[in-house]
């Protein structure tokens, strides 16, 4: 079994919302239904991170309402620290999350050159930006993000589902109402958001 962290640092920081991808459904919130992947196994494990990469809201419409999404940036940032979760599954499964949050086929994802390049960008997708970033407990780390880098698309806050899943994931990770809030609105696009409140 080839297994990886996918790492996640938007609305997957919330367990139930992410096993909505693995098993299908419609997380709440969301308009939406997943149809999950074709392993229903639920993830090995999960734990929180930290990526040193610029969290930021962007798109002005999704699932959730109107409103932006997170992404991260392209370039690594010692300055920086989005929190993120990190959950153990297949890379089978991986690539079907990725093919389900583009809504593209992802099928020609190949881990070997996702690997040596560093990243891999598919021909569609908000999402279409695939990023190796090492490895962990000796599995790959694995995240995906917008294929324009931060700047590119104009900034919007989340709709308040979405920011609402975000701050409950982070909760989950044991931050305080008063962390979260903090952390979302000094991020790129938050502002005015109520999420952690």
Known sequence: ????????????LMEERFHCYIKGGIPVGSTEAEKGCRDHTLPIANKGCELPYPLYFAKDASKWGTGGVAFIGHKEDPLEKTIARQYLIT?????????????????GLSFDELV????????????GRVVYLGTEDGYPKLTFTNP??????A???????YAQT????????????????????SRHGFQSSQAGK
């Open 166 to 185: 975000i701050a409950k994931g982070l909760s989950e990770l044991s931050y305080s109402d008063e962390e979260i809030t903090s952390y979302l609105e």
């Open 91 to 107: 890379f089978d499964q991986f690539v079907d999350v990725v093919e389900q949050e583009n809504a593209a086929d992802a099928s």
């Open 155 to 161: 900034f919007h806050k989340p709709a308040e589902p």
């Open 148 to 153: 324009q880098d931060i700047g590119t698309d």
């Open 116 to 127: 040596e390049k560093g990243s891999v960008t598919l021909d569609d997708g908000w999402y």
């Open 1 to 12: 079994m080839n297994l990886v962290w996918y790492v996640s640092y938007g609305s997957n």
